[in-house]
């Protein structure tokens, strides 16, 4: 005699690309929690100084660009303390770098997950951002008590943090975004071609390179390439963070809508390909 089947829910493959899935994602959240967890423990598990290393990274950083970029390079910080100019630069750029570098191996890295159990392969690199994004509360906690111990015990360092500040949230979005953005589509193009596996490190270095973290945008403006790092959508975000921090550099509202409509129109292009190498990624990878 047969019985009737209830099933709690249907696995059925997606019909468009262009669907974002945002309710089976938030079904899966425990799933999400779980990642994040993953991420943070096993960065720091096996290490002698564990969650320690958040706060050395920014601040051996910063340490090594005032020694070399404005000690020995000379290059100018916009009347601000060099120490805090990097520290402010380094701090934003790290939360890019991770999102975006770890996000970058998320089909290979998992491969023998995603072929064991279903799963929104979404989770995987939103739980990559929101484990830098824990970091970089940490790291931000950070910079405010430097700060703070500056604007009371060295008054040369010339803080000044004004109304621009409240636009935090707003660039975290952004980098992060971009981050998540870049990572997802590099992710999907190594499936295929494992080329961007190693470039993914060295693009990274060179795009530092071309956004004002080790240098203000005043001075690419006085080198007359302040056009071509304008391009880049990372540039307004990190002037804007320093800027509302410390209350020197430059603020353009145009440049920050560019990098936050970029960031929108790349994001969702960079899902539209995840989601068409996710229907058969595992028999190329």
């Known amino acids: 005699m047969e019985q009737d089947q209830h099933w709690t829910s249907i696995i059925k493959p997606k019909s468009s690309p262009f669907q974002l899935n945002l309710k089976e994602i938030w079904e899966y959240r425990d799933l999400l929690v779980l990642f ?3 991420d943070i423990v096993a960065t720091y598990k096996q290490t002698l100084l564990g969650p320690l290393w958040l ?3 920014p601040i ?4 090594v660009y005032v020694l070399v970029f404005s000690g020995l390079a ?3 910080v916009d009347n601000s303390d060099p120490f805090l100019f990097y520290l402010c630069g380094t701090t934003a750029w790290i939360f890019f770098s991770d999102c ?3 996000t970058s191996s998320t089909f290979v890295g998992n491969a023998s997950i995603f072929g064991k159990v279903y799963f929104p392969r979404m989770v995987v690199p939103l739980s990559i951002v ?3 994004l824990f970091k970089l509360g940490i790291q931000l906690v950070i910079l405010f008590i430097v700060m703070v111990s500056m604007y009371f015990f060295k008054p040369a360092a010339q803080i000044h943090p004004n109304k621009y500040i409240i636009l935090l949230p707003v660039l ?3 980098m992060g975004g971009l981050g998540l953005g870049f990572g997802i589509f590099i992710s999907s193009v190594t499936t295929k071609y494992r080329d961007f596996t190693y470039l993914v490190g060295f693009g990274v270095q060179l795009l530092m390179f071309a956004t004002p973290v080790i240098y203000p945008l005043s001075e690419a403006k006085k080198k007359g390439v302040e056009w071509l790092v304008s391009i880049n959508p990372m540039s307004s975000v990190i002037e804007t963070f320093r800027y509302g921090l410390l209350g020197n550099g430059t603020y353009n509202s145009t440049h920050l809508i560019y990098s936050f409509v970029f960031m929108v129109v790349f994001l969702l292009a960079s899902i539209v390909i995840f989601n068409k190498v996710e ?3 595992m028999d190329t990878v």
């Open 100 to 102: 975006l570098t770890k």
């Open 74 to 76: 000379s290059i100018p």
């Open 55 to 57: 706060i050395i990274q």
């Open 172 to 174: 975290v979005l952004i």
């Open 60 to 63: 051996l950083t910063s340490v």
């Open 279 to 281: 229907k058969n990624f």
């Open 130 to 132: 929101l484990s830098a």
């Open 36 to 38: 994040v967890r993953r």
